[in-house]
């Protein structure tokens, strides 16, 4: 009998920990990317562009927005915008980049199935008794009917899950007009600089993705 309840204990616990893990997967979406654009310009007319400079204070800076972020998406914005044919002009760029990173306090509401067992003797729950419920044959000793009773839902747990949701927002300028003609943000949940930064280069591909010019695909050399 002991040997039946631990059983059933550590069945519990394992549906308790499949829960977590459903809750913990179900939380982590995927960035989510839009962009606009003003369509009636031809942006491959555009050959050079540059990024707009900013100030750091290193006293005052957060996490999100200090020199390293904006390096590493200056360089990253960079590459993307190389990789279609246009060229840095620091003198007299056709395009002005700029970025702003927002983060903001949410909440997530989460309700999570509470599971309990329907004890289950003999397989037999609700029906009548019987002369050879308890026989030999029968017996929940033997056949463990006791210990594989599913389980069931007994009520649900509700949990407010605070979270940090950042905003990546990648402004492009027309310098000629001082007009904005491209802008692409990606939205998701933040926890730290790193995580941030883990995610950046992919938020970055699929971002300029988004961009009305695509990447100049090089010509493969032939083999010798």
Known sequence: ???????????????????????????????????????????????????????????????????????????????????????????????????YIDVANKVDHVTTPVYGYAYNYNGNFTGPYNNNMYSYRNSYYNNNSYINTMPVVVGYSNQDIPYEEGTLTILIIDRK????IWKGWSVGSVTDESSFEYELPSDMRRLFKEFPVPVIVQPKQKSK
């Open 1 to 99: 009998m002991k040997r039946n309840r631990r059983l059933l204990t550590k069945k519990k616990v394992l549906f308790v920990y499949l829960g977590l893990i459903i809750l913990l997967l179900s939380s982590c979406a995927p960035t989510a990317i839009s962009s606009d654009y003003n369509r009636s310009l031809n942006f491959k007319e555009y050959k050079t562009f540059a990024w707009l400079p900013k100030t750091h204070d290193p006293k005052n800076d957060g996490p999100f927005d200090n020199q390293i972020v904006e390096t590493n998406i200056k360089n990253l914005g960079s590459g993307e915008l190389k990789s279609r044919g246009y060229k840095v002009d620091t003198d007299e760029p056709d395009l002005l980049i700029d970025f």
């Open 177 to 180: 007009t001082n007009t904005l």
